[in-house]
């Protein structure tokens, strides 16, 4: 039964169970060194349900110097962060560590120095941050270290030694993806690279490495539109004029994209010129990243950037560090493969 009106402690749990608080102390805690019996520890599980007793989080961390919540660090607006979040969420539950979501401002130094006062105050363990490429610093890759504070990087510092990232492999999904359109429509695949006025980040630098490297390998000569993230009302007429030059004379053509959004802007394009998606217009997304390849129509092929994987990978990887299963300093990247979507945006052509 309970113990009614009154908190219960280890020690209730300890007399119950018949053991001593030190046993109840290794079968909560795990402590490695103290050796319990599955009948010892049997007891100790059954006592803590009859009892209700709850581990106090406080004195816990007294203990451990640890708090068991991990800080998930970005843009919130950002729906790529969102996904990160996901998989950072789902693995935390398993692992029994909190996520505290601190939300990035632009830019966010201030905010991440505010990161580093939680961890001194042991507030949180460490943090997985979703880093834009334009936010990287030497000066923060400094303070972590200093400061010794956990922190793993999702898709930021791919070429920073000192910061363990978890990033997809780009390139290789790029060709992976040239690759297939090359096999179904034997057609030569012109590249579209959409952008948002600021330098370009790790991955679509990769990516448009990947297509002229590929293309070069061919014989052929890289064939690269580079177009600025707008309303399709206010783009519309330039994507018009674009597809019908390419379309040379009505033949088919093949196109690969950086991004969803110049995806769907093209086959909007191809549906207002009476081209149809899959048979004159071949198209190919580098992403999925607003999550509407496969509800528009058609359903637009992609090579996807697992975004909930690379949270989730980045979570253990974090605890890892924080459970002191690996040292501070070693900071292996973590490369994930892309995940290759086919849908009805690239058909077979015949040859």
């Not at 177009?227 to 009302?233: A, N, Q, S």
Request: proline share 5%.
């Amino acid at each position: 039964m309970r113990v009614a009106n009154k908190r219960v402690t280890s020690f209730d749990v300890a007399r119950k169970a018949g053991v001593s608080r030190s046993v109840v102390s290794a079968v909560l805690n795990d402590t490695p060194g103290i050796g319990v019996s599955a009948e010892k520890r049997k007891a100790v599980l059954e006592a803590i349900r009859e009892l209700g007793y709850q581990v106090d989080a406080q004195a816990r961390g007294m203990k451990t110097g640890r708090s068991q919540c991990l800080a998930a660090f970005g843009n919130v607006s950002n729906p790529l962060f969102l996904q990160v979040l996901e998989g950072m969420q789902e693995t935390c539950s398993h692992k029994g560590y909190h996520v505290l979501l601190y939300g990035s401002g632009n830019p966010p130094q201030d905010q991440r120095e505010e990161l580093i006062e939680l961890y001194m105050q042991r507030r949180i363990d460490g943090v997985v941050a979703f880093d834009r490429p334009q936010w990287d610093r030497d000066d923060w890759v400094r303070l972590v270290q200093s400061k010794a504070m956990p922190y793993v990087s999702v898709e930021g510092y791919p070429d920073e030694p000192r910061i363990a990232s978890v990033l997809m492999d780009y390139r290789e999904a790029a060709r992976r993806a040239l690759d297939f359109m090359w096999e179904r429509t034997g057609l030569v695949p012109l590249y579209v690279e959409m952008n948002v006025g600021v330098p370009l980040g790790f991955g679509d630098i990769e990516r448009r490495k990947a297509y002229e490297e590929w293309m070069l390998e061919k014989g052929w000569q890289p064939a690269v539109t580079e177009v600025p993230d707008k309303l399709w009302r206010q783009a519309e007429p330039k994507w018009l004029e674009w597809l019908k030059f390419k379309m040379n004379e009505g033949k088919p053509c093949a196109v690969f994209t950086n991004w969803s959004r110049a995806a769907v802007s093209i086959s909007r394009a191809a549906f207002k010129l009476g081209y149809t998606v899959g048979e004159d217009v071949h198209i190919m997304a580098g992403d999925n990243t607003d999550r509407v390849n496969q509800h528009v129509y058609p359903s637009l092929t992609a090579v996807e950037v697992p975004y909930r994987e690379m949270g989730r990978l980045a979570v253990e990887r974090l605890a890892e560090y924080v459970e002191g299963r690996r040292p501070l300093d070693a900071h292996e990247d973590i490369v994930v493969p892309a995940e290759l979507a086919v849908r009805e945006s690239v058909g077979w052509i015949r040859r």
